[in-house]
């Protein structure tokens, strides 16, 4: 079975700085990745995923992660956040065999304050 | 664009109620989900279904079943509800395998207060 881990339960950030939000994954098999945002009472939102190739992956509204499978990891950064980002990431992995079948980390909340 | 409707943003119960929770999508996906979503654990996979009367467990399926008549509609079922299943419930539908940009579509969830 594979499994998520988000490293930080909460990460607060001033407005115009950059953030990174850590998660680690383990699984014995290829999996896929995620990353989700959940803005306060809205649904949740595909920020971007790893299916293959390019290990940098570009998402909406200027964020990145990048997939490094020795380290497990797929971190996602942003070099410059708003008040906007406030919100809840949740980082998640599926297996290529069992597409959909997410699991989800723990969440990471975002706090910007200016 | 695609949308998966859930029928009840907010549901109050009794406890030994039976409660249903309703989700549609429109676009004629194969593959339905549902979750729950609590502080702290993120979202944990109740019951999924991959096809019209085809559904599988997930890692919670205790205490819930689904049912799947039609394509369009998933049903998650409290037998009988019970205070630890006070949570937020998010359904989700997939992309037909093969389709060029496979994704996870959400509904905005029903939060549902067990009393």
């Known amino acids: 079975a594979q499994s998520v881990t988000q490293l930080d339960s909460q990460v607060p950030v001033f407005e115009e700085a950059p953030v990174e939000l850590r998660c680690n994954y383990s699984?014995?098999?290829?999996?896929?990745l995620f990353w989700y945002v959940q803005y306060p009472n809205q649904g949740l939102q595909l920020l971007l995923k790893?299916?293959?190739?390019?290990?940098l992956v570009k998402g909406i509204n200027g964020f990145e992660a990048e997939f490094n499978k020795s380290q497990t990891s797929f971190h996602l950064r942003k070099p410059s956040v708003h008040i906007s980002d406030t919100a809840e990431y949740f980082c998640?992995?599926?297996?290529?065999?069992?597409?959909?079948?997410?699991?989800f980390g723990a969440g990471t909340q975002v706090v910007v304050t200016p | 664009d695609v949308k998966v409707t859930q029928s009840s943003r907010y549901l109050v119960k009794r406890t030994g109620e039976k409660v249903f929770l309703e989700c549609v999508q429109d676009?004629?996906?194969?593959?339905m989900f549902w979750y729950r979503q609590d502080p702290g654990l993120g979202l944990r996979l109740i019951y999924f279904?991959?096809?019209?009367?085809?559904?599988e467990k997930g890692d919670i399926p205790e205490g819930y079943s689904v049912s799947r008549e039609k394509k369009e509609r998933f049903s998650l079922i409290l037998e009988s509800a019970s205070t630890n299943q006070t949570s937020m419930y998010l359904c989700?539908?997939?992309?037909?395998?093969?389709?060029?940009?496979?994704?996870?579509?959400f509904g905005s969830g029903t939060q549902l207060s067990v009393l």
């Open positions: 699984s014995s098999v290829s999996v896929y």
């Open positions: 676009m004629d996906h194969e593959n």
């Open positions: 279904s991959y096809d019209v009367k085809m559904k």
């Open positions: 998640a992995v599926t297996r290529t065999d069992s597409w959909g079948k997410l699991q």
């Open positions: 989700a539908s997939r992309t037909n395998p093969g389709a060029t940009n496979e994704k996870l579509f």
């Open positions: 790893y299916l293959s190739g390019s290990t």
